[in-house]
């Protein structure tokens, strides 16, 4: 659509926009044009109100010396009453014009944010926070922008219309010459659009760039502080808020010279009518009285032609959001859902993991032919030096991302063939990092869900979170506030695991999910997980020995590869490079032990 | 107020800034609005003097010389037509001239702003940065931004032009009438009056838009931040219905703000035709009194327009303006907010190049309106020491941290480095040499050498590799896909959380600071790195003093000396082996613990 667009001319873009918007919402959009006409013919029914007035009220008062108390009352009413109406019409058009505007933002910033809900994960990888904000707020309004002089616009029109009509009855040759305004008025709107778009693009570009810059660098402002980097940071910023104040610069320059333009145009033309008009009155082909009246139309039109000046000035601005909001619109994910549920249980689940192949992209190190095995019940820790590639098999396992090759099978069910949400009602994932959302620690442990305080609580109870919940101001109902920053590390990770407990998951994946909690709070956390009177099925990535040995089994990763699997005792026994990994906190005392002895 | 203000501090809204102090600050803060203002001003009375100038000579073309009794007068025609055409030049001239300058100054000005805005951000303290929404500071500097920048180029002159066209108008009116002059002042009344009255509804009701915007902001960065919880929960609907709570909710706040505007635009329109009714009314009514001829109530019939027509572009500027006000307000709002870490800058003391020692003299400290979470903390570490601080989460560990590198201020008593006040410090002179290595090391969207040069700017790339080596990180970035090269994603997600914790020592490393402070910066990385990495810490060590908070008590078996923390005391110190075997105290049970953790299984 895009390259479509821009083949076409920005005017007939920026029409089929409006296009798009009158379609979409064509009461108000009636409604509001209504408005607008009812303002215009009441304009001039103001001039006639006056006329009439001049004629019979005031001129006669003046001539007797006593005027009549119900043509006063008349004046006054008649006066009164286009004021009125006049002020309805303007109600109905801006108001209209308003509504109609925010509607469409709010279709468009629904829409969007459904894309953002339903893309993959790749997608979101690849496009940056600041843009994708960016996309859904600034693009919104910067497409709907021209819905504000729509209906004044399209009211004019009808102005328009009958002025011109007036102009060809009183002499058509006059009101073809003052006809040449209007391919001057498409000529001039065509340079501006030609010179103005490519600005307009970059610079909504560069107003998403800017959000970016600003957005990661608040996002790290704890890294700025602490290294005392905060002039690169403006620095880095300024450069940004340079460019894009030197492209608004640039367009505002075009713009100040279009304004003026469209507002001499049908200046000019009412000066060669009136220089043919003297021809013609001079030769007696017509009455001066008439080029008068060509001329007065002239620049009763030349206001309408401003209005839709305006309009037009919107449009550059307004196809480059529209664009910029359909790519979103327009993106693909690979991530189809199937139809299949799962049979539900109280036990754990079965997990089989066939011969797993994935990679983010080209450039990104592999999980090559992982494949092992879980049965219902059974605890599996996976164990792997740092980057061995365990995120990104906890990953594939709760279908985040789907393999190049190989499946995921829970209860011998393709991950892939499950409708959607089906595999959230049976697996469960506390990430490494634990992401909170602007909500009460209540809605933070439920997600939505339907589940009871009880519940909460005793989930927060095996995640060892009760204790520092209860002393909160308002306890569940404290806000945690945007991504939870008003908790420490390990208290985001305790809420995040009781998110994950309370779903009584059939299959529970932790991946390294207690690294910010302190030992002893760690040895409770697997002590409720260990007595927990449900089968689930767990999978931890993790590295201490107290983790570890909840496990049945253990998969040693290593380089995106399994290397081994057994028992915990059986791999110590033959495997050297999984002792020291697991085995270097006592390695290290040993060593200690030495040198001190 | 949501309960979060009790843990931070919230970014001044400015609402309480009125509009002309607005307009002040806001040129005060942007001195470029001033830039040739004068010029800008005498182009704009010649760009509106042409907008009446322009109908006067074309009327007076067609009514004298063609529409003259005597027929058409050519040579009247001409001579009016070239005037004209002048008029009209030199009126689009200085009106392109005006608004070219209007959008350069104004451009420039928001430019300043912006930045000026941004870096304050970075100025404030750590709590107020962590109670904002980043959508709702990111908002401020971008979008409200450009809402003032609408106003500034199409409001704000056209608004004092207004206002002068309407005193112009009311002394042509006097110079007919007093009398009438005052029938239309009174109709207007009524509006002039009342505009306070809508300013103050309008400033209200666009506060609360937007405030709106911030919230939908958050709410829409919700999937996109929390994209994997999102969809690994399955919370699509949920989170859908948030954000469309909060998309209506803004729609319904702009709609209410639309509607203000509406009814005060709308009244200028009603004041109009009561004046006119008035004018004439009043007019016959003087006439009677032999006060004014008819000629001059018609022809007031037409000065009123010319009232009207400023009055009414006026009220919708002042309409306008008021979202603009908002926004201006809410930026200006960021810079009035104070950033409470003041540095001292040049009149601030440096720090030796060398190990320095730490004193915390009686030091408390509670987050606002919290209670105390460190308390009457005594405390000296001698220069070169290593220093492990250990206790249960929430014990006050990590503010020890942010305090010793004043990411806050104690709330009573004070921390010293060398013997000086970390309030005295120049802030330069501290971040180069106090470091601090977080738990969770924010990184860039930019390459893994790209981060680690936020430690030290000029790291040549043999630099960063023979950082690595030193601290036993050789193996790793030789195994990323390009080297140092490699790109590490948004926040740096491209890495496992181990791997993001191995760059951000690797930039502390480059920083080469005085004093090291690690709060758990080695959490997320294997146990056999994590113990490779503390023995090259340690061989570092050698000639700096370091703080390591820790839970993993391997770190404090190896430190010179421990600190053990307790519901915001400091309840032992000494070296491992004294503290362990101290029956019954907190560090022994912490470590016996630790010991059974590990122990769990055999080997």
């Known amino acids: ?597 | 107020m949501s309960t979060t203000a009790t843990l931070g501090t919230t970014v001044d809204e400015g609402a309480e800034i009125g509009a002309i102090a607005t307009v002040r600050r806001g040129i005060q803060v942007s001195p470029e609005l001033k830039d040739g203002l004068g010029r800008t001003l005498v182009l704009a009375v010649i760009a509106s003097a042409g907008q009446v100038v322009v109908p006067i000579a074309m009327q007076q073309t067609l009514d004298r010389g063609i529409n003259g009794s005597g027929g058409p007068d050519v040579s009247f025609v001409v001579l009016m037509g070239v005037v004209s055409a002048l008029a009209i030049g030199l009126t689009s001239l200085a009106s392109y001239l005006m608004t070219a300058r209007l959008f350069t100054s104004s451009e420039r000005g928001l430019a300043t702003l912006r930045v000026k805005a941004f870096r304050h951000v970075h100025d404030l303290p750590l709590l107020t940065q962590n109670t904002e929404r980043r959508g709702a500071l990111v908002s401020r500097v971008t979008s409200d931004v450009d809402q003032v920048s609408q106003f500034l180029v199409f409001g704000g002159l056209l608004l004092v032009v207004s206002v002068g066209q309407v005193l112009v108008a009311t002394v042509v009116m006097a110079v007919y009438s007093w009398q009438l002059t005052l029938v239309v002042w009174v109709c207007f009344a009524p509006l002039f009056l009342s505009i306070r009255y809508f300013q103050r509804k309008l400033s209200a009701a666009y506060g609360v838009v937007r405030r709106q915007v911030a919230v939908m902001l958050s709410a829409i960065s919700e999937p996109v931040v929390g994209a994997a919880v999102v969809k690994s929960y399955a919370i699509e609907q949920r989170t859908q219905e948030r954000i469309d709570t909060a998309i209506d909710e803004y729609k319904s706040a702009s709609t209410q703000a639309q509607k203000f505007t509406v009814v005060s635009f709308s009244l200028g329109g009603i004041s109009a035709g009561l004046a006119n009714a008035g004018v004439l009314l009043i007019g016959i009514w003087l006439g009677f009194a032999g006060e004014v001829t008819a000629g001059t109530v018609l022809a007031f019939a037409f000065l009123v327009t010319l009232f009207v027509g400023p009055v009414q572009m006026g009220t919708q500027i002042l309409t306008d303006a008021q979202n603009a006000l908002v926004s201006w307000r809410r930026v200006i709002g960021i810079l009035d907010t104070p950033a409470d870490l003041v540095d001292p800058g040049e009149s601030g003391q440096e720090l030796p190049d060398r190990a320095v020692d730490v004193r915390f003299d009686d030091v408390t400290f509670a987050y606002p309106g919290g209670p105390p979470v460190l308390r009457d903390v005594d405390l000296e570490i001698a220069a070169g020491t290593r220093l492990a601080v250990v206790g249960e989460t929430g014990s006050g560990k990590s503010t020890i941290a942010k305090l010793l590198t004043r990411l806050m201020d104690p709330t009573s008593g004070a921390v010293l480095l060398d013997g000086i006040d970390l309030r005295e410090v120049r802030q330069v002179s501290l971040r180069r040499s106090v470091v601090l290595v977080p738990q969770e090391g924010f990184l860039f969207d930019d390459t893994v050498a790209a981060n680690v040069r936020y430690g030290r700017l000029d790291a040549t790339a043999e630099q960063i590799l023979t950082a690595a080596d030193e601290l036993g990180l050789g193996d790793w970035v030789a195994g990323l896909p390009a080297g140092i090269d490699t790109r590490v994603g948004q926040r740096g997600e491209s890495l496992s959380a181990g791997e993001r914790q191995l760059v951000a020592l690797l930039r502390a490393q480059l920083a080469d600071p005085d004093l090291l402070v690690l709060d758990e910066a080695t959490s997320a990385v294997d146990p056999a790195l994590e113990m490779r990495i503390g023995r090259a810490l340690e061989r570092l060590m050698t000639g700096r003093t370091s703080v390591t908070i820790a839970h993993r008590l391997s770190t404090a078996e190896n430190a010179d000396e421990v600190v053990v923390v307790d519901r915001g005391r400091i309840v032992q110190r000494g070296p491992h082996a004294v503290l362990v075997v101290q029956e019954g105290s907190v560090y022994a049970g912490l470590h016996a613990s630790w010991v059974s953790q590990q122990g769990t299984i055999g080997r």
């Not at chain 1, 959009?29 to 303002?39: A, E, R």
Request: charged share 25%.
């Open chain 1, 1 to 597: 659509m895009s390259e479509r667009l821009s083949r076409r001319g920005t005017t007939i873009d920026g029409f089929r926009v409006l296009g798009v918007a009158i379609r979409r919402e064509p009461w108000i959009f009636t409604l509001s044009t209504i408005g607008s006409v009812l303002f215009g013919a009441l304009t001039v029914a103001d001039a006639w109100v006056l006329g009439w007035a001049t004629d019979h009220v005031v001129l006669p008062a003046f001539d007797d010396g006593e005027t009549r108390s119900g043509l006063v009352v008349a004046v006054l009413a008649l006066f009164l009453g286009v004021a009125l109406l006049r002020a309805v019409g303007i109600v109905a058009r801006r108001l209209g014009a308003g509504i109609m505007q925010y509607r469409m933002q709010a279709h468009s910033r629904r829409a969007v944010t459904r894309q953002y809900l339903a893309l993959p994960m790749s997608w979101h990888q690849r496009h940056p926070t600041g843009q994708l904000l960016s996309n859904a707020n600034s693009d919104v309004e910067a497409a709907w922008g021209p819905i504000a002089p729509l209906p004044m616009a399209v009211g004019t029109i009808a102005m328009m219309v009958i002025a011109v009509a007036q102009m060809f009855l009183t002499d058509w040759v006059l009101a073809l010459v003052g006809m040449l305004v209007f391919p001057a008025v498409v000529l001039a709107n065509l340079a501006y659009q030609r010179l103005a778009s490519p600005l307009m693009t970059k610079a909504q570009q560069l107003r998403a760039e800017l959000s970016e810059v600003a957005h990661e660098s608040f996002d790290g402002a704890m890294v700025v502080k602490t290294l005392g980097r905060e002039r690169e940071e403006t620095d880095r910023f300024a450069a940004k808020a340079a460019e894009l104040r030197d492209v608004n610069i640039r367009a505002g320059r075009i713009r100040a010279a279009f304004d003026p333009t469209l507002a001499a145009l049908p200046n000019l033309g009412v000066l060669v009518v009136l220089a043919v008009g003297v021809e013609r009155v001079l030769h007696g082909a017509t009455d001066p009285g008439d080029v008068v009246t060509v001329a007065y139309l002239l620049t009763v039109v030349s206001f309408p032609i401003r209005s839709i000046g305006w309009l037009l000035g919107e449009f550059p601005r307004s196809v480059v959001g529209y664009q910029r909001v359909r790519s979103v619109l327009r993106a693909r994910g690979e991530m189809p859902y199937g139809v299949e549920r799962l049979v539900p249980g109280e036990g754990g689940a079965r997990l089989r993991v066939e011969h797993l192949r994935f990679r983010h992209d080209p450039d990104q190190r592999l999980l090559d032919d992982v494949d092992f095995d879980v049965e219902p019940g059974r605890t599996v820790a996976v164990v792997g030096a740092t980057a061995s590639g365990k995120s990104t098999l906890t990953d594939l396992l709760t279908r985040l991302v789907d393999p190049e090759d190989g499946r995921v099978l829970l209860d011998g069910v393709d991950l892939r063939d499950l409708a959607h949400g089906e595999l959230a009602t049976a697996v469960a994932l506390v990430p490494q990092t634990a992401f909170l959302f602007d909500d009460t620690v209540r809605g933070n442990v439920t997600l939505g869900a339907d589940v009871s305080d009880d519940d909460v609580w005793a989930a927060l109870r095996a995640a060892q979170a009760d204790g520092f919940v209860a002393a909160l101001s308002d306890g569940l109902d404290t806000r945690l506030g945007e991504r939870g920053t008003s908790l420490s590390g390990g208290q985001r990770q305790r809420i995040s695991l009781a998110r994950a407990l309370v779903r009584r998951p059939r299959l529970l994946i932790l991946d390294d999910a207690t690294s910010a909690v302190d030992p002893e709070v760690e040895a409770r956390i697997l002590e409720a997980l260990r007595s927990g009177d449900r089968d689930t099925t767990l999978v931890v990535v993790a590295y201490r020995k107290a983790t570890i040995g909840l496990a049945d089994e253990v998969v040693h990763l290593d380089d995106g590869r399994v290397v081994d699997r057994g028992s915990h005792e059986a791999l110590l026994a033959r495997n050297p490079a999984y002792a020291e990994l697991v085995n270097a906190y006592e390695q290290h005392d040993e060593l200690v032990g030495e040198v001190s002895s």
